[in-house]
């Protein structure tokens, strides 16, 4: 395994008062942050993770207005995202060559008391997934236990934000575990699709691809968005909409995507096993592996 | 402000590998954690924080015992306690005396990859809390979106551990300020009082105190345990059952009650003003800030 590079961002918001620098390279290896900041005290803050294939950015862009975003519902000053984007550049070049790299950005609210935000890029080397691309994962379906709506009636709850409160995103992986299977798909109390805990959901019936609206509490999906265009310029049809658990049963294709894993087939459902729609899932990973926007 | 202190638990768990020390002092105000530790990236892992009342304990029996079912539910191993013990008792004596200490200790998933979970005791001085449990607080109501249920459907959403996934518990409290207010009472999705954000609930009408039966997806209350406990000691009535919102409304005496703070009577309801039991608070805070159990 290739050793990560770590580069913390100083200038890193509004408001935050100026740094000498406007970013600083670290010892990865070395404890970095204060027991008391409140990432680890209460997973306070945001993060992503962006994909870089053979040195390229993989909608880096889309990952930097979602990491925005993030801060707004956290009531998080708002990222200096030119800064970021520098640090995060910085910290790909200053990591070994390698045909997949990850950059994970992330924004704390600081140590307690202070209100002195603080944030840093961290690029690793690893996994490429083409087993996973290849072969499809096995996904339960389990209950988010929030109706689709409750970003609408309760934004205190903050679903919508990829904040550091992910204990239930690795927990559920957990449950997933417990009844052989790789990945879930969160179905909300009231009975609609949402997303994964690190994946956004497409399904295919016929021509027509669709994934659940995002005013639903679920993240935008930055690889689902660039599938989407990439499956426009093929003429297929796709829908932003609600999406019905029983709708993935009777699926002609069904994928979750994420940022470095791309589009992994759905081939077994709840214990049911799902075609695996060969010809459009290699297609869109040549195209998603190979994506800037 | 006092310098608070830091002791790492090195013999902290179930099946970690045997470590020269058992726990030893550490710098608080150095960086000492990886930003890979799940606790930064995930706020995967749990805590407790105790009072110590002139260097005496607060109940420490009842947050080591929750700590330990916060460690069950999250699937980590199962923290040896009378380690942690030695260790919170060595960081309380380490400080030097004030009439109120805190320790907050945690144990997290560790750096991802390495399965090796990592913990520490943070002890701190400072604010004491008494103007609250004189004056009270003024409380709004907010929606928690999940069903009262929702801890024996669905597990996996880890209600009822102490978890360090608490950006939603951060994030009401500056909602609850938007409009006004100082802290929050949860109403489940289905219409049940549960719990505050770092707190449990007890109401009165006439001769009997109610608090929210903990099989509703929420924390087993140690101070609102300690509190139920003084209460019969009086000859009053307690019980653990469903409550209603409307049953705050009408209630003799709203309290919010937690470790430190105590019990802090309840003011001001959604903007309405609740009546303060007088006699009741300042006895039952008495009680409180000289128990042991």
Do not use: C
């Given at each position: 395994?290739?050793?990560p ?7 890193l918001?509004?408001?935050v ?40 950015p993989?909608?880096?862009e ?17 990222p ?6 520098d ?9 070994e ?9 992330i ?8 209100g ?7 690029v690793?080397g ?5 087993v996973?691309?290849?072969d ?6 389990l ?7 409750v ?31 790789d ?7 009231d ?6 805990p ?29 599938a ?29 995507l994420?940022?470095?894993?791309c ?7 709840d ?7 060969r ?6 990973n040549?195209a ?6």
């Open positions: 395994m290739s050793t590079t770590l580069f913390f961002v100083d200038d918001a509004e408001g008062p100026a740094t000498p620098t406007r970013f600083h390279q670290a010892d990865p290896a070395a404890g970095q942050i204060n027991v008391m900041d409140l990432s680890v005290t209460r997973g306070d803050g945001i993060f992503e993770t962006a994909g870089f294939q053979h040195g390229h993989m909608a880096l889309a990952h930097l207005r979602r990491f925005a975003n993030s801060a707004r519902i956290l009531d998080l000053p708002a200096r995202l030119e800064v970021w984007r640090a995060i550049l910085a910290a790909v070049a200053a990591h060559p390698e045909p997949m790299l990850s950059a994970k950005f924004m704390t609210r600081g140590v307690e008391g202070t002195l935000p603080i944030g840093w890029v961290y690793f690893g996994d490429e997934h083409a996973e691309r290849r499809g994962i096995a996904v339960v379906t209950d988010r236990g929030y109706r689709h709506d970003a609408k009636t309760s934004p205190w709850l903050l679903q919508g934000a990829k904040t550091l409160s992910y204990a239930v995103n690795k927990s559920v992986l957990r449950e997933a575990a417990r009844r052989g299977a990945d879930v798909i969160f179905i909300s109390s009975g609609f699709v949402l997303e994964g690190t994946s956004s959901v497409i399904v295919r019936h016929g021509d027509t691809f669709a994934t659940p609206a995002t005013d639903q509490g679920i993240l935008a999906g930055t690889t689902q968005a660039s989407f265009a990439w499956l426009e310029q093929q003429g297929h049809t796709t829908e932003y909409r609600e999406v019905r658990p029983e709708e993935l049963v009777d699926a002609d294709g069904l994928w979750l994420s940022s470095t894993r589009a992994a087939p759905v081939r077994e459902l214990g049911r096993q799902m075609p695996i729609d010809e459009t899932t290699d297609a869109m040549a998603l592996l190979t994506r800037t926007a």
